[in-house]
């Protein structure tokens, strides 16, 4: 596809956390990513406000496996407390996503060169991502490079269908809605064969509204374009 990437990520640990088991301070990681941690992973890789991404698809290699620990997270009043989080053990996913350029960003218009931004995603890949890489929590460092998809031999190559009920999809943010609303959206993931082919965001029916939130400004004056930045990684190359 075009715009595309394809990269395993991988990790000792993962917390996709399943909002529902925060309430009493304890924490449980969802069986597989969400559309939005991943989403999270590649803008993590490289970002820019003038190009959103879309998660395609996502592998999972190993097997499903849940870890639990006794933390002490601090507490807002000082302090802390013990709690109770359940991680994923050794996640490792395949990952295929692309990006499109942010239509409702007619303030970015300056900075739509698909070519250059494709080139510096790829670059950013094999070094690893321009900024930290993480599996849904700070704790869980990961680790991406780029892949075949599908290429490695999978746990679940000839599982066939597994159901994982309704959970989060994804949130959309209004500089990619034009509506001055944060939301939430819910979906029905299936895995086939190992492999779970996501919605796009905007074919969800299941949303709901969080909060008013207003997209932030940018323009010329507070991003670099693709064409600067292209420019600078190529001369740091020559040296």
Request: charged share 30%; proline share 5%; glycine share 8%.
């Amino acid at each position: 596809m075009r715009n595309s990437i394809e990269f395993k990520v991988y990790a000792d640990y993962g917390l996709f956390t399943d909002p529902l088991t925060k309430l009493g301070g304890e924490k449980l990681s969802y069986q597989i990513p969400t559309y939005q941690a991943l989403k999270g992973i590649v803008e993590s890789i490289y970002w820019k406000p003038t190009i959103k991404y879309i998660i395609d698809e996502v592998r999972i290699v190993n097997p499903i496996q849940m870890e639990s620990k006794g933390i002490r997270p601090i507490t807002m009043s000082g302090g802390n407390t013990l709690a109770n989080y359940t991680y994923l053990r050794s996640p490792h996913y395949e990952v295929k996503a692309h990006f499109e350029f942010n239509e409702l960003r007619e303030d970015l218009v300056f900075d739509r060169n698909e070519h250059k931004h494709h080139n510096i995603l790829k670059r950013a890949l094999n070094a690893g991502g321009r900024r930290d890489i993480f599996l849904g929590a700070r704790e869980c460092q990961g680790y991406v490079e780029p892949c075949n998809f599908g290429e490695e031999e999978g746990f679940y190559d000839h599982y066939g269908e597994l159901h994982f009920g309704t959970m989060l999809h994804g949130i959309n943010y209004p500089d990619e809605t034009g509506k001055d609303i944060m939301e939430v959206r819910l979906w029905k993931p299936i895995m086939k064969n190992g492999v779970i082919t996501f919605s796009r965001p905007e074919k969800c029916e299941i949303v709901r509204e969080i909060k008013e939130m207003k997209p932030k400004h940018f323009d010329e004056s507070n991003i670099q374009s693709a064409t600067d930045l292209l420019s600078v990684l190529e001369l740091e190359d020559n040296r």
